[in-house]
């Protein structure tokens, strides 16, 4: 019998999360609720997206298109999305990209030809542009630089928990159509549109950086002042890698290595990805403290140093013991490479009005995800086996290892650390 004091009882788990939003704004626990909206529905829609599509009766080639294309859009459409925000809002682009999504999303599912699915879905790639963007913006803006890790890991809560009660969810929403995927997927979108317009202020909330007399003068960062700072580069370039690796990499090969490998079924594939994702789940939250009490630069250090340790396993792996410690490592990786990153752009743009950054910023991850899959599937296809593609990745996540551990720190004192720092000398 569970007691009041239960862990796992709903108080305890209300308190956590109260503690942990007692610092943070009101944008904070609505963009984590939006992105776990449309990470829902994604879950429920991307496993049919292929099928669907060959119900056309294309090839699998055309199908893979399907969901490429909307990776495309994303990337084409994230720098053009970031100007839209500086000049319209984030709240105005947020609910006017996600609605996009909605839409397309609604009309994929009455599609009578390929031709309309593929534009359909061209379409919902560039309002998921547009939200994400905007979305990302409003989050490093309405923070102040000692509580944006904390908020950056909490937002990408909302994409995990969302994209792993999807596939649950979509298993029962399959078996009455498999057009309804898609009118679900719109629902989910629409009640994020409905949360993003009702429940966002209209002006969000200004931190100390804007408040600053240097943010007044320089209202807009643009991309040539953001590309001058090297941290800027060490995230676009750590973000770009997580992409082709954690996402890429893994999406593509390890199912092909656990059944030609490991000689395993596509379950042990499935329950690997379980325990990736857990681990990234347990961590996120504390990595995001970590972040902002220790510093951008260690949990960039140990973030990388994770994820190169996970594939050099992954390379070495030949029973299920090895290979299941690599996808956790990879897991733990990904919580504090997921938020970083994310959170040194926050403290390279400061102003308001520095969308078009962010938006280049995302473009990298977008690429990786993009290129990845093509890259590791060549290498496997040239070399005939998986130790190259594996090896490859280990080395390009070596490069990000050494960018991290050679960067500035990007997080400011605060006043209390810098009267702490110098009592600390004074009393040496």
Not at 231 to 251: D, E, Q
Not at 402 to 423: C, F, P
Request: glycine share 10%.
């Amino acid at each position: 019998m569970q007691g009041k004091h239960s862990p796992c009882s709903f108080e305890a788990m209300n308190t956590i999360a109260r503690r942990y939003f007692q610092d943070l704004p009101r944008e904070v626990a609505v963009v984590t609720a939006i992105a776990f909206c449309v990470a829902l529905g994604y879950g429920i829609v991307a496993p049919v997206l292929p099928l669907f599509a060959e119900s056309f009766g294309v090839s699998a080639l055309a199908a893979s298109a399907v969901i490429s294309l909307f990776a495309f859009m994303r990337f084409v459409s994230a720098t053009p999305s970031g100007w839209l925000v500086n000049k319209l809002g984030e709240r105005w682009v947020l609910g006017v990209g996600l609605s996009m999504v909605s839409v397309s999303s609604a009309l994929a599912g009455t599609a009578q030809t390929y031709s309309q699915l593929l534009f359909l879905r061209a379409a919902g790639g560039l309002g998921s542009a547009m939200f994400s963007v905007a979305a990302m913006s409003l989050l490093l803006h309405s923070v102040d630089p000692q509580h944006r890790g904390r908020a950056v890991s909490m937002y990408q809560s909302g994409f995990l928990f969302g994209g792993l009660a999807g596939p649950l969810v979509g298993g029962l929403v399959v078996g009455i159509s498999i057009r309804a995927p898609f009118f679900v997927y719109s629902g989910t979108l629409m009640l994020a549109v409905c949360t993003a317009l009702f429940t966002l202020p209209k002006m969000p909330k200004k931190t100390e950086e804007t408040q600053s007399p240097e943010a007044e003068v320089v209202e807009t960062m643009q991309l040539r002042e953001a590309l001058s700072f090297r941290a800027y580069w060490t995230a676009m370039t750590i973000n770009l890698i997580t992409g082709m690796t954690s996402f890429g990499l893994r999406m593509t090969l390890i199912p092909l290595f656990v059944l030609e490998v490991l000689h395993k079924s596509a379950q042990t594939s499935s329950i690997s990805f379980l325990i990736s994702s857990v681990m990234q789940a347990l961590l996120l939250l504390p990595v995001g403290r970590m972040i902002d009490v220790r510093g951008r630069k260690p949990a960039l250090v140990v973030g990388c140093t994770l994820l190169t340790t996970s594939l050099m396993v992954l390379t070495v792996s030949h029973g299920l013991g090895t290979f299941y410690l690599s996808m956790m490592l990879m897991g733990a990786a990904g919580s504090f490479l997921g938020a970083t990153p994310s959170a040194m752009v926050g403290d390279i743009v400061k102003t308001r009005k520095g969308a078009q950054v962010v938006g280049l910023y995302q473009m990298t991850g977008d690429l990786g995800i993009i290129v990845g899959p093509m890259v590791a599937g060549y290498l496997k296809d040239s070399t005939g086996g998986y130790f190259v593609p594996f090896m490859v990745s280990v080395v390009v996540s070596a490069v990000a290892l050494v960018m991290s551990a050679t960067v500035n720190e990007t997080k400011q004192k605060n006043s209390d650390e810098q009267k702490r720092e110098s009592y600390e000398t004074t009393s040496s």
